[in-house]
């Protein structure tokens, strides 16, 4: 590792800052290099692989005497030197014929590494190995191929700038104890016209066309592993309580209201809900006479005007 010095002036500072960890990752930059000892296969498909993760790559032309399973500190001072946090190192020999070995650094140091060799053969195989449950050579390439080929962030995609399509497949276990190979191929998404409103999309095979032979492999250290993985604290959105949203992407609220007593409920005021007198002295009409009720002195005055005509109807 490089030495970690105070920087002196606000240039440095700002030029360390600029390294420093941030809370959204920008595009990873990629460095490209070869051992002592390479093939022209190997570079070849250093220089597809180069074009195809351009402009957020570089590539090294020179020889190193790098061995990355013995001694990694060539690699990390690579990494810092050009802020590269991807790493992939071509090699050739007898024991590992064609191998490339793709490394991933965190902090200027070596993160993980995975050795891959590159076969002649070539199959069609599934990818269920990558989905394996527990952590293998196979989810390891597979977390090192997503990170590698991994661009920036784009709030909107134009279909028309699509014209690249990268697969990567692995084969079933067999019987034998031969592992799974990887196979690596790229693909030019070609529209042309189709008659309709939508165009007919077609692939066509561009390379480079690589199969891997998984060598050896450097998984990350538990520890360093979960400061990688860490992140910033308030940077996400806090879920607010009973708020959810839908799959469309609605967002709905959840109220607890608790028992309500409708006897208190004030209702409003208004002069076309009020009744009137003479509804009031109508409706105490109807109920008298429904209901018709005499008291003692009512009783006694009717006697009264029966005596009087009597008397009248005598003289």
Known sequence: MLRQIKPKTARSQRALSKREPLHNENPKTTLFCRGTSSSSLIN???????????????????KNSIHPFEDASSLEFFS????????????????????????RCFGGQVLDMIELCVVQDTARTLRAQFESPVANQYTLAKSMFLDFFRGGEAQAVDVEGLQCLISFCAGEASEDDE?????????RIVTRRSGQRLPRVEVEEMGPRIDFRIGRIKEA????????????????????????????????????LGK???????TRKMKGLKRG???????????????????????????????????LDVI
Do not use: Y
């Not at 597809?48 to 590539?59: Q, V, Y």
């Not at 105490?284 to 006479?289: K, L, Q, T, V």
């Open 44 to 62: 070849d498909l250093l220089t597809d692989i180069h074009s195809l993760k351009r402009p957020l790559a570089i590539r090294f032309t020179k």
């Open 221 to 256: 250290d538990e520890a360093v592993w979960k400061d990688a993985m860490k992140r910033v604290k308030g940077g996400e959105a806090k879920s607010k309580k009973n708020v959810e949203t839908d799959i469309v992407g609605d967002k709905m609220g959840r109220i607890h």
């Open 260 to 266: 309500q007593d409708l006897s208190d409920l004030q």
């Open 277 to 311: 007198r003479a509804a009031d002295a109508e409706a105490e009409g109807d109920a008298e006479a429904d209901n018709p009720r005499l008291t003692s002195a009512e009783d006694a005055t009717d006697d009264g005007a029966e005596a009087k005509r009597v008397r």
């Open 179 to 187: 592992i799974p190979k990887l196979h690596m191929r790229c693909w």
């Open 80 to 103: 810092q030197k050009n802020d590269a946090s991807l790493l992939v190192f071509g090699s050739h020999s007898k024991k590992r014929p064609h191998s490339m070995t793709w490394t």
